[in-house]
């Protein structure tokens, strides 16, 4: 649905490894009964764990059926 707070912190070289860390920020109930919202912040490190990217993302997505256990 959408970005918010993109941040690139340093730039990136060919080769470079990058990792990604998501962690959820918000969720709730969509319109859509089968579905919902969510934001998520995702984080995006080289591998000596440096900041290189930070960026908000929030996404429709669908439900787990009712009565479905994880």
Same mark, same amino acid.
């Given at each position: 649905? &959408?970005?918010?707070?993109?941040?690139? !912190?340093?730039?990136?070289?060919? &080769?470079?490894? %990058?990792? !990604? +860390?998501?962690?959820?920020?918000?969720? @709730?109930? $969509? =319109?859509?009964?089968? !579905?919902?919202?969510?934001?998520?912040?995702?984080? &995006?490190? $080289?591998? &000596?764990?440096? %900041?290189?990217?930070? +960026? =908000?993302?929030?996404? %429709? %997505? @669908?439900?787990?059926? $009712?009565?479905? +256990? $994880?």
């Amino acid at each position: 649905l &959408g970005l918010a707070n993109v941040r690139f !912190a340093r730039p990136v070289t060919h &080769g470079t490894t %990058l990792y !990604a +860390v998501t962690e959820v920020l918000a969720k @709730r109930d $969509s =319109d859509q009964p089968c !579905a919902g919202i969510v934001t998520f912040r995702h984080f &995006g490190l $080289s591998e &000596g764990e440096e %900041l290189i990217l930070k +960026v =908000d993302r929030t996404v %429709l %997505l @669908r439900r787990r059926p $009712s009565g479905t +256990v $994880s």
